[in-house]
Each structure stands twice: as structure tokens, then as C-alpha cells.
């Protein structure tokens, strides 16, 4: 197995990761200038909106895990909410098929949360003034900035130039008129940095009440797009209570419903607990049929039980019990897979390629701020409204468009996840902590849809039973199950004969270049390790 031998960035009292360098040296320079985590976790928000178009956001939402110094742990949700006109059957024609419409175009958008999101982290937990923070976006945007080799490939890659062009503003600006931006290209957003200068001057009230707000409802209205003024008016963020589990003597702080991620990383420690899937050590054939057989579990469960906590009863206490998860554990084989099919019943297809993106940060007092926000699919619905300058989401599709057939990411889900005006999209978002003997140990998270979920736990696995440091936790190729299709999905670092010892169980592997896209701080001896995906332009700054 090839793991990459790069050391984590080291330092003493703070650290910034995210997935895009000038994002990580905003985030470093607020805490250096003697912001906290959260200032730090609002200005590179603000400046991934600009710098990382594919998932930072302003026109999307997102989950913020903090711990501050005392001990203290909240979770604020600022995810997408449906907006007050969508129905339980929006997205399917005159035949009951489900249309593209809740990924591509006006009617894909839910009510974006992240200008909110971030408004109230501030407000509560914040230190810095709110302009300074939002300054550097402005810069960034006015001024511009070089295109890296990864932003520029994103372009060309699935059907992003496609989508993107369809839509006159986003043509315009992500593709050049058509002529696609190529890396060391500058790109200047003049519409983006007029939208946050509004912002940093007037605050949240401009997004939800004022201007932009009445530049968003405008043009949904004008091109079919459900969001109102009433909408955005009407928008609140949901400060919840972390969902906590204890793990091999570590808490383990994480994301509750709407997301699923935390209730799957807790239920498959659990189903970990108890076998002894690490004596034949990380990577090898035995230890990741244990975690497949894990994930298959998980996420047979997830069809069925999870939504917004607001519309149904999301029973957590039910899927973590001892009991339960001991039934669980006892059906699985040694070194023989269990076919999908005997687990529940249900047939779906997945679909590659999307994005969103996760930064850790942990500043000198030990406040630490977990960010996973997103756009959903990669630049969203496509849509950049006229005269604001970002993109809009195509949140909708994490609903259930049509409940028992495959979402874009090709879950199958119930009607707990259902759509209906007000309510939350189902997440796999997983902003996590790790923490020891009272003490932070370790900020994780990534994109990566259902993905997400098991790359949380696979890296925390890696943290926790098998030692690791921050970048070789992160390094260590992953693996991927999610029930249906019946299908694993495997970095192609894995070694190929650990690859055919899989087959030899019964799965069937596809190989993936990278799966998850993580970005990690740990707390060792001391020691910060700031960890971005090895595999990514992701960097980690510290002092
Ligand atoms: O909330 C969710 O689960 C999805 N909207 C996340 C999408 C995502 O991670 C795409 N990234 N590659």
C-alpha cells in the first residue's frame, strides 16, 4: 500500500485547514491578529465563497460544530430549508418520473442559510468585528486572484461547463464567456464583491430583508424559482445540541439530524466495538470487510429512519442501542460479504461526482470550529442570480424527490426525508470532534456526500485505533459502502492484492482515485498537526 510520507504542518498554539491556500491564510491571519476559532470560521466561509466557487457559498448552507475552551460544544445549523411553495411531489412529471429539476435551474435552490449561519455564530461566540471579517472576501473578489490547476480542471470536469453555461451570469463569470478559465488566469467577481460589501456593512439583514434579498426573489421570480422575500425573510438558523458518543475511551463530538452523519459514524463504532477488526492492521483485506460490512448496515438503516428532526422522529437512541447494534454485529461473516439484498431490500444506482467543502480550526485558547458547507452537487443548481454574483444550491435533492427511487447521489430514502414547505433536507454532512480526558483532541471533516460519513469514521478509526498522525490518518486510502447499489467503492492506492482478497469475500470493488476530500487538526503531545487531503490542493497553516 502507497501512503504518502508527508509529515502534518506542525504548530504550537493554532491552526487553520481548509481545501484552497488563500482561504487557509485568511482563516490563519484572523487568529494571528487575535481573532477566535469562530471569527476565524466566519471570514473563510466568506472567503471560500469567493475563492472556491464549486462549494464555498453564499448561496447555499451548512453545519458549524464548536467546542470552546471550556468545554463547552454546540452545533448551528444553517442548512437549506424548503421554501414556503415547495410540494411533495415538485420534481416529478406528468408520469411520476422524477425530472432533473431538483439538481439543475431556478427550482433546485432551498432557502440559503450561510450568510445567517455565519451572522449568528458571530453574534454568540465571536470576538472581531464582523466587517473585518468579511473584508478579506471583499479583496479577494474585487481584486481578484490566480486560478489554481485544480479550480480550472473543475470546470472541465462531469457536466460542470455544461451545467454552468446554461445560465447566462454563470457563463459569464465561471467560464469565461465560453472560453474557460485556464490555471494563473485572474479571476475577478465585481457583482460577489458588491453582494459582500452589502454584507460586511449591513450585515445579515442585507441578505434576508435587504437588497439581496430583493435581487434573489426577483430573479427567481422572473426565471421560476420558488424562493420569495417572505423566504429569506423568514429564514432561521437552529442552534442544536451535538449528537455525543464515547468510543475506546474517546468522545466523540458530532453532527445530529437533519444530518445522518453523526448517527452513522456512532453506529458503526458500534458495530466495530467489540470485533477485532484491527489485528490484521490498517489497509488490509480482513480489516476493511469489518468496515464494509459496518458502512452496509448503516446505511440501510439511513433509508429508512432518517429526516428532519422537526417533521419525524429520528429514533437515535434506538439505532445506538448496545443491544441493536450487538444484532448487528453478529451477522456479520468473517471474510465473507453479505449481499446487500439480505440486509433490506431496495435496488439503486450511483452518481458520481459533486462537491462541498469542510476547513478545521483550532485557535491559542483551544476554541475549535468544524465546518462543512455546501452548494450540494459541484457550483450547485448552475444558477449565479443577475447583478448578485454567486451561486445558488441544489439542495432540494437531498430530499427524497420521489421517495424509494434514488436522489442524485443514488440514495434510496423514505418519506421521512420527503419534501415539504419549511422543512430540512436529510443530511451526510459531518463536522467531528474528537475529545480525550476533557481535553480536544482532533477537528474533523470532509465533502463527499454519502461519502462523508465513512470517511469521518474511517480518519477517526485511524486517529483512535490505530495511532496515527494527523496526515497519515488522512492519507491512508478509504473505502466506500452504502448499502445499495451492492457495490465497494475503493481508493486505487489500495494494494492490488489486497483489492483481490476483497473480491475473494464476494464484493464487488470499484476503484476510485480519492474518495472525501479531508481537512484535519489534531492536538498531540503538545502539538497541533494541521492535516489537508494529501490528494488535494488543500493547505494547513499554524503558528
Ligand atoms: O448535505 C449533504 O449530504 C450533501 N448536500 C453533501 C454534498 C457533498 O458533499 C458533495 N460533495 N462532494
Do not use: C
Not at 466557487?53 to 448552507?61: H, I, M, Q, V, W
Not at 454546540?74 to 408520469?95: K, V, W
Not at 444530518?259 to 459514524?265: M, N, R
Not at 437512541?317 to 443491544?323: A, G, W, Y
Amino acid at each position: 500500500m502507497s501512503v504518502e510520507a508527508r509529515e502534518p504542518v506542525r504548530a504550537r498554539h493554532a491552526m487553520v485547514v481548509t481545501v484552497e491556500q488563500h482561504a487557509t491564510d485568511v482563516g490563519a491571519a484572523v487568529l494571528q491578529n487575535g481573532g477566535n476559532a469562530v471569527d476565524a470560521a466566519v471570514a473563510v466561509a466568506f472567503a471560500l465563497a469567493v475563492t472556491h466557487p464549486s462549494a464555498g457559498n453564499l448561496g447555499g448552507g451548512g453545519f458549524m460544530l464548536l467546542r470552546m475552551a471550556d468545554g463547552r460544544t454546540t452545533f448551528i445549523d444553517f442548512r437549506e430549508r424548503a421554501p414556503g411553495a415547495a410540494s411533495h411531489d415538485m420534481y416529478l412529471d406528468a408520469d411520476r418520473n422524477a425530472t432533473k429539476d431538483s439538481q439543475i435551474g431556478y427550482r433546485a435552490s432551498g432557502i440559503p442559510g450561510t450568510v445567517a449561519g455565519m451572522a449568528y455564530a458571530h453574534a454568540k461566540f465571536g470576538k472581531k468585528p464582523w466587517n473585518e471579517l468579511v473584508q478579506p472576501a471583499v479583496d479577494l473578489a474585487k481584486n481578484g486572484f490566480p486560478v489554481s490547476w485544480g479550480l480550472a480542471n473543475m470546470f472541465t470536469l462531469d457536466n460542470i461547463a455544461e451545467k454552468l453555461a446554461e445560465f447566462p451570469e454563470s457563463k459569464r463569470i465561471f467560464l469565461k464567456g465560453g472560453a474557460m478559465l485556464e490555471a494563473g488566469d485572474v479571476l475577478t467577481q465585481p457583482e460577489l464583491a458588491a453582494t459582500l460589501e452589502r454584507i460586511r456593512d449591513r450585515g445579515a439583514d442585507d441578505f434576508y430583508h435587504g437588497q439581496t434579498a430583493h435581487l434573489l426573489a426577483a430573479d427567481m421570480q422572473e426565471h421560476g424559482g420558488l424562493i420569495t422575500e417572505q423566504d429569506l425573510a423568514d429564514y432561521k438558523v437552529i442552534e442544536r445540541r451535538p449528537l455525543t458518543g464515547f468510543y475506546h475511551g474517546h468522545t466523540v463530538v458530532t453532527a445530529p439530524p437533519p444530518s445522518s452523519g453523526g448517527i452513522g459514524i456512532l453506529e458503526m463504532m458500534g458495530i466495530l466495538d467489540g470485533t477485532d477488526y484491527t489485528r490484521t492492521g490498517a489497509g488490509s483485506a480482513r480489516e476493511l470487510h469489518y468496515l464494509a460490512e459496518a458502512m452496509r448496515r448503516f446505511f440501510a438503516d439511513r433509508s429508512q429512519y432518517m429526516g428532519d428532526p422537526e417533521f419525524n422522529k429520528v429514533p437515535v437512541t434506538e439505532l445506538l442501542d448496545p443491544h441493536y447494534l450487538e444484532t448487528l454485529r453478529a451477522s456479520i461473516q468473517p471474510e465473507k460479504a453479505t449481499p446487500s439484498s439480505e440486509i433490506r431490500p431496495g435496488k439503486i444506482e450511483l452518481v458520481e461526482g459533486s462537491h462541498t467543502t469542510h476547513y478545521s480550526i483550532v485557535d491559542a485558547a483551544g476554541n475549535a470550529a468544524a465546518v462543512t458547507y455546501t452548494l450540494n452537487d459541484s457550483f450547485g443548481s448552475g444558477v449565479t442570480p443577475a447583478k448578485l454574483g454567486f451561486l445558488m444550491n441544489d439542495e432540494m435533492d437531498d430530499f427524497a424527490p420521489k421517495p424509494g427511487e434514488p436522489n442524485g447521489f443514488g440514495l434510496v430514502q423514505g418519506e421521512a426525508n420527503s419534501i415539504a414547505p419549511h422543512k430540512t433536507p436529510l443530511s451526510s454532512m459531518s463536522p467531528t470532534m474528537l475529545v480525550r480526558d476533557g481535553k480536544l483532541e482532533a477537528v474533523l471533516g470532509t465533502p463527499g456526500g454519502p461519502t462523508i460519513i465513512n470517511s469521518v469514521l474511517q480518519v477517526a478509526l485511524n486517529i483512535i485505533d490505530f495511532g496515527m498522525n494527523a496526515q497519515e490518518a488522512v492519507d491512508q486510502p478509504r473505502i466506500h459502502e452504502q448499502w445499495m447499489p451492492d457495490r465497494l467503492q475503493a481508493e486505487m492506492s489500495f494494494s492490488p492484492d489486497t483489492i483481490r482478497l476483497l473480491e475473494s469475500y464476494g464484493y464487488e470493488v470499484q476503484l476510485k482515485r480519492r474518495i472525501g476530500e479531508m481537512a484535519v487538526v489534531l492536538v498531540r503531545n503538545g502539538w497541533l498537526e494541521g492535516a489537508p487531503d494529501g490528494r488535494t490542493e488543500g493547505t494547513a497553516k499554524g503558528f
